[in-house]
């Protein structure tokens, strides 16, 4: 789900550049295609369940003023429902669903497995220090590189902005990424805290170049792509003609096509392009345990504790969560003018994935929860903890449009965060809006870092905000965030 500039489960912010492409936005919905390539298999959604498909997606494109999507859903391990929507830019006359968007962090799962794979060749362990293969990195005697593909590393992240920052604008090395940000102080102890790091990835690939004696993308080429059939890009190359065009917003402006970063940025940390299609085959070899070993899918499915015991909710390049008691894997991705979410639950054979050319807005997580929550229902057992957790939110958002939020309700770090300056602003920007004509969650409840993450659209006739909550787990737990803004 957190998603995220190569982040997964976040809300992205915007994403600037210093110039830009001087052309009008096109129109949402000038161009809409339906692309089944096996007919058959497509009969597995009834016509009413792909009607409502298509409303959901059409929808989360509205409401954010997102140019296009093209998604794929994986039901029982096959591919059973593919299509593009909208626009995809002035480089691609008519929308496909053949076209490859930047998916951008969800790289880091094929980067992570391309580890796995050089363990199983013994040419290295998860439990290498990195002193082994770059002794000049800081600490390199005390990071793994398990530490490296579980975010627990220290290394300082060299994007955590959510826009492109000057350098950007120039092309880069790993080696160069490298150099400025893993050379740094740790951010903290190994293994003691899980903090989003894309140096660390970079680190990662190019172990698996010195390693391997080949390139990176050659090398995933060989092992995972030729042998699933997908024929994903460097998303440095996918760029122009037959390509998707970015798109970015300010706040709430006009959509304007986006100028991509420099090559060598998302590299190993992000570096794919490629079609929903494409992802679902990989989401299905993860389904059915195949071009990997099993052990390998379970290794990289397994939740990282950091060393005090607390769960990281985070495996080996992917995000990890439960469903009515299914593990649930997933990633998002944020590249220029690109978003993307992943979701697969293996043990119920399942996959979606949504690919959008704009980085603002929710669009993926709308979908990606919509098309679940309507293909997957939520057990019913679940239901009455959630309503409960929903009507604490309402009194909570309530209490604190009347600038009387209950400390009661929240953690240290929330009373912490809740100071009376923001409380007050609060309470004047959402005070005169009154009482929502509707307060309903987003999807289901998912875990990160020790906390339960809950998403809320609170509607009004003219507008509609989105509430953001984590919370401590159960019934009761108190609110360690509850962030209201403007929704897509």
Do not use: C
Not at 94 to 120: D, E, G, H, M, W
Not at 196 to 202: F, H, K, L, P
Not at 423 to 438: C, E, I, N, R
């Amino acid at each position: 789900m957190t998603g995220f500039s190569l982040r997964a489960d976040r809300a992205p912010a915007a994403r600037p550049s210093h110039s830009r492409i001087a052309t009008a936005f096109i129109r949402l919905g000038a161009a809409t295609l339906l692309l089944a390539p096996l007919p058959a298999l497509a009969q597995a959604l009834t016509p009413a369940q792909e009607a409502k498909v298509d409303s959901i997606v059409k929808d989360a494109l509205t409401a954010g003023k997102v140019p296009s999507a093209s998604i794929a859903i994986v039901r029982d391990g096959k591919i059973v429902y593919t299509k593009a929507y909208g626009n995809q830019g002035p480089n691609v006359p008519k929308t496909t669903v053949n076209a490859r968007y930047q998916i951008a962090s969800i790289s880091k799962q094929f980067t992570a497995a391309a580890i796995l794979l050089l363990q199983n060749e013994g040419k290295l362990s998860l439990d290498d220090k990195l002193s082994k293969y770059f002794p000049d990195i800081t600490d390199a005697d005390q990071i793994t590189i398990r530490e490296l593909l579980s975010h627990t590393s220290g290394l300082q992240d060299y994007w955590p902005q959510d826009y492109s920052f000057a350098a950007m604008e120039h092309a880069v090395t790993p080696q160069q990424i490298v150099d400025r940000w893993a050379k740094k102080p740790l951010d903290f102890k190994p293994g003691t805290q899980w903090q989003y790091s894309n140096t660390g990835y970079v680190v990662a690939g190019m172990i698996v170049e010195k390693v391997s004696g080949e390139k990176l993308m050659p090398f995933l080429r060989e092992h995972i792509f030729k042998p699933l059939g997908m024929n994903p890009v460097n998303q440095d190359t996918a760029i122009g003609p037959g390509f998707p065009t970015g798109y970015h917003r300010y706040a709430l402006g006009p959509v304007r096509p986006e100028k991509p970063a420099a090559p060598g940025w998302l590299w190993a940390a992000g570096e794919l392009s490629m079609t929903a299609s494409d992802l679902a085959r990989w989401d299905i070899a993860r389904i059915d345990r195949t071009v990997l070993p099993k052990q390998d899918w379970q290794e990289q499915e397994t939740e990282i504790k950091l060393t005090d015991g607390k769960p990281s909710g985070y495996g080996l390049g992917v995000s990890l969560s439960t469903r009515d008691g299914h593990k649930v894997v997933s990633h998002g991705g944020e590249a220029v003018g690109f978003l993307s979410e992943n979701v697969v639950i293996p043990s119920q054979k399942y996959a979606v994935v949504a690919l959008v050319n704009a980085d603002f807005g929710r669009a993926t997580s709308a979908i990606t929860q919509g098309i679940t929550n309507l293909l997957l229902p939520a057990k019913a057992s679940a239901g009455a903890d959630e309503a409960k957790r929903t009507n604490m939110a309402k009194t909570l958002y309530a209490e604190l449009q009347q600038g009387k939020p209950d400390t009661a309700w929240l953690t240290t770090d929330a009373q912490y965060y809740f100071t009376p300056e923001a409380v007050k602003d609060y309470a004047d920007s959402l005070g005169p809006l009154g009482k929502p004509t509707a307060f309903e969650e987003l999807g289901g409840p998912r875990l990160r870092g020790g906390f339960v993450n809950r998403n809320y659209r609170i509607t009004y006739p003219d507008q509609k905000l989105l509430l953001v909550t984590y919370a401590e787990p159960g019934a009761d737990g108190k609110f360690e965030q509850f962030i209201v803004m403007p929704a897509g």
